[in-house]
């Protein structure tokens, strides 16, 4: 039995412990992580850690001394099967361990392929620490690679292995690449910037299935006929919240478990966080979603937390992500869905702009390219709601913070 015990050994159950400790609660904490790994940063799996620029160890959400020092519980290499909200208890392997607090934070598992050969050896998600060793300790013996899905884990794949010098080739099957994240003026940018550094890109490409050969993927097949050969395909096309022992516990939720603005579940003391969390978003108009940042992950932990040391203090933080890529470093605050205008603030060609999104006049997202002073001088435009300058906003001449009404 635990006091508080936290599913889920990735961003947010490293956040809910950490501020379990620091806001003082004294109570038995365990986390259960179906890795065997103590909690890591996933981010640089597409980047610094896929390009050898960064150990395993420098990648540690806290070093392993931590936790045990904290006098944190970690039950690694399990995974917890069932919830019984009644008994409060979950079940993982053959032990019952129960619970006073739950807090659910499981993340996604990537979405895969479902067309012939999808299951190939040499066909890769990017989630897990495991995914990147595998296909880190295959790199030095192949050649071409296939990305399939123009998001940013996609993206990033495809700038670390074009600078180990693979032929990569990118299938996004809509028009663009980022459609489901950013404006158009920023997707056309980052689809050049990797063909420039020799990734063929290609955008409305629709695959067929992967050809296998003596038990490997050889090719990709496209629609059209085409055969595109490859040593290793990598898929980045989402993920798929985890959230099964929940719902067949009877909680609520459809696209993750639905979460009030408390992190709470329809489950007594039963709370989820982080990727697997369907809330009801300030900057997405109070819609219903689930955001995939690191963010998200801490902030919606540190809210779960405080509710459970007994204060109200609702969801309310403003979204925010970055992306590297090459040099380019993007940061973005807000969300832009919705938008119906945008502002392009410097000159992409100079390799640092920002794209500003409206609705209504107001800023509701920015997206900066190697802009970091428009990044931090945005999101207090992004949090007040205020209509500003349209001529100031363009002007990248005009400092942000500056901008008036
Ligand atoms: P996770 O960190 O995924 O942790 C969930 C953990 O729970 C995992 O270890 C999982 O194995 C485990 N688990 C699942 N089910 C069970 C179970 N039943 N029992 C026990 N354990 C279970 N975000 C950014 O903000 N910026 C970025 O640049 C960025 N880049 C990214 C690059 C990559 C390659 C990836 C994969 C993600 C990136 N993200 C980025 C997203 C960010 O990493 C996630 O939003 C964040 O990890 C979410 O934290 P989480 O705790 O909800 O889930």
């Known amino acids: 039995y635990y006091d508080v015990l936290i599913v889920g050994a990735g961003h947010a159950g490293a956040q809910a412990a950490i501020a379990l400790r620091q806001l003082g609660f ?68 053959d032990a019952e361990i129960g619970y006073g607090k739950l807090i659910w934070c499981t993340g996604g598992s990537p979405r895969m392929l479902t067309c012939n050969g999808a299951d190939a050896p040499n066909v890769h998600a990017v989630r897990r620490r495991d995914d990147v060793d595998a296909m880190m300790a295959k790199l030095d013996t192949i050649n071409h690679v296939t990305v399939i899905g123009g998001g940013y884990i996609g993206l990033e794949a495809a700038a670390v292995l074009s600078k180990f010098g693979k032929k990569v080739v990118l299938l996004e099957a809509l028009d ?29 490409a629709k695959m067929d299935c992967i050809e296998v050969t003596d038990g490997v993927a050889t090719a990709v097949l496209m629609q059209d006929g085409e055969r595109i050969e490859t040593d290793m395909v990598i898929v980045g096309i989402g993920i798929i919240p985890e959230t099964g022992p929940l719902v067949a516990a009877g909680a609520a939720g459809g696209n993750g478990v639905d979460v009030d603005e408390f992190c709470r579940t329809s489950l007594p003391d039963i709370y989820a966080v982080g990727d697997c969390a369907a809330h009801e978003n300030d900057f997405a108009r109070g819609a219903r979603i689930r955001l995939e940042s690191v963010q998200n992950a801490n902030d919606q932990a540190k809210t779960a937390v405080t509710h459970i040391l007994g204060k109200e203090e609702p969801y309310h933080a403003v979204p925010w992500f970055w992306s590297n890529q090459y040099d380019l470093k993007l940061q973005t605050v807000g ?13 992409p060609a100079a390799r640092s702009f920002s794209v500003l999104y ?23 435009h992004v949090v007040s709601g205020a209509v500003l300058d ?4 363009a002007d990248p001449a005009v400092p942000l913070k500056e901008v008036g009404l």
Not at 37 to 60: C, H, M, N
Not at 390 to 393: K, V
């Open 26 to 93: 004294e109570g038995s904490v365990a986390m259960i992580g179906d890795e065997q790994y103590p909690p890591y940063e996933r981010p640089p799996l597409s980047k610094e850690y896929f390009a050898g620029e960064k150990t395993f160890e420098r990648i540690l959400i806290r070093p392993a001394s931590f936790w045990e020092e904290r006098n944190i519980d970690m039950l690694l290499g399990r995974r917890v099967k069932s919830v019984d909200p009644e008994g409060k208890f979950v079940t993982a392997g």
């Open 176 to 204: 663009r690449v980022l459609a489901r994240v950013a404006g158009e003026d920023l997707s056309r940018f980052y689809e050049a910037e990797h063909r420039a550094h020799g990734v063929d890109l290609r955008t409305g």
């Open 335 to 347: 969300l832009s869905t919705g938008h119906d205008q945008t502002i392009l603030r410097g000159d």
């Open 358 to 380: 409206l609705r209504g006049g107001k800023l509701i997202a920015l997206d900066c390219v190697n802009a970091v002073k428009d990044y931090v001088q945005g999101r207090a």
């Open 390 to 393: 349209q001529a100031q906003l």
